[in-house]
């Protein structure tokens, strides 16, 4: 009984000093089902043969960002392409290297990784304004209502790997919190793409670290972060091969390429209509396996989802409410070599 009391006490609390904190429980009440939806076909021939990096929904567009050429390419929803923004180069609303993409408050935010700076567009995907003042590599970031822009890296050696900015009057990002403690573990997954992620969920800022099955969640309004862990069955993350403040060489890198293929990783985390997903990727007997961990915006676990298999054409390239997109191949029955993939989460 005492351990019960302390526990609700300790409950009440945190609820009263403005985190929302939940025990991670699943509700039994809630059944949770993956539906395929459709094919959007990409009919831009070199669109056909270029790798999605991400996929945006803007209102009934797709702003796609790609390799292979690099650029940033708008079809509609019959795949057909409708514009190329942000021409290549260094000058003004030029990128040379867009990676990702995030939506919020009818602005486009690309980040272009060569010249270091966010171009925004605005939902008719027209230039409006850019920012700079980050002088690193990011891994993703995400932008709240305020304004504020989050981003997480993989750095080399210190532990910190999550950042809050802010815009100041001439549209410069300036530093206003360092957070994130970042495992071994979770420096050497960093090294594969498609690795860790962050949202928001209103003020609440929430990241996840490759290694470990635990949402972090810093509350900006009242500077209180708090973790909480979950469950996932295939979750394994052993001892990392790396040693960060080590020589790296050919055999270094030869082992973290064997650990990526024998341990569990966090790929990604979204911000679905009402709920919080993260993505995972394990290894079985050498073969993928994806799963997902159904959160509500309280942050307690509803569910968990397991895909038949993983890969490289089963990450999550995009998201609009509780619809899914990923990159698609399906040449001998469609005679298409690029497709979005969607499918839907139903949480009933």
């Known amino acids: 009984m005492e351990k019960i009391t302390v526990y609700t006490f300790t409950l009440f609390f945190l609820f009263h000093a403005g985190l929302s904190v939940c025990n991670s429980q699943n509700h ?5 089902d993956l539906k395929e939806i459709e094919m959007i076909p990409v009919s831009n021939r070199n669109l056909s043969y270029s790798s999605f990096r991400a996929i945006q929904p803007v209102n009934d567009q797709y702003v796609i960002i790609h390799r292979q050429p690099e650029g940033v390419s708008v079809i509609n929803q019959n795949g057909e392409l409708q514009s190329q923004p942000g021409r290549s180069g260094r000058g003004p609303f030029e990128m040379q290297n867009p990676r990702y993409i995030h939506y919020n408050n009818q602005q486009v935010y690309i980040w272009d990784s060569n010249n270091l700076k966010f171009v925004v567009f605005n939902e008719n995907i027209e230039p409006d304004v850019e ?4 002088r690193h590599a990011i891994d993703g970031f995400a932008v709240n209502k305020k304004g504020h822009v989050a981003v997480f890296q993989s750095p080399r050696v210190q532990d910190h790997f999550v950042h809050i900015y802010e815009v ?11 957070l994130g403690n970042l495992t071994d573990e979770g420096r050497t997954l960093f090294f594969r793409s ?14 996840v670290e490759p290694s470990r099955t635990i949402l972090n969640i810093y509350s900006t309004d009242h500077d209180k972060l708090i973790e ?11 001892p990392s091969p790396f040693n960060p403040n080590g020589n790296f060489t050919s055999q270094t890198l030869s082992n973290i390429e064997e650990y990526f293929l024998s341990n569990s990783r966090i790929v990604s985390i979204r911000k679905l209509t009402k709920h919080i997903l993260v993505e995972m990727e394990h290894f079985r007997e050498e073969e993928s396996i994806i799963t997902y961990a159904i959160f509500d915006l309280d942050y307690n676990k509803v569910g968990r989802i397991e895909l038949e298999e993983g890969g490289w054409t089963n990450y999550i390239r995009g998201v609009e409410e509780n619809r899914l997109l990923y990159l698609a191949e399906d040449y001998e029955t469609t005679g ?6 969607v499918r839907e989460i139903i949480i009933e």
């Open 168 to 178: 100041n009057e001439s549209n410069r990002l300036t530093k206003r919190k360092d």
């Open 194 to 207: 498609n690795t860790g992620g962050i949202l928001w969920n209103e003020d609440d800022l929430v990241w």
């Open 336 to 341: 298409m070599t690029r497709q979005i993939r």
């Open 228 to 238: 909480i862990p979950f469950e996932e069955e295939y979750f394994e993350a052993g």
């Open 28 to 32: 039994s009440q809630i059944s949770l």
């Open 131 to 134: 920012f700079r003042g980050i």
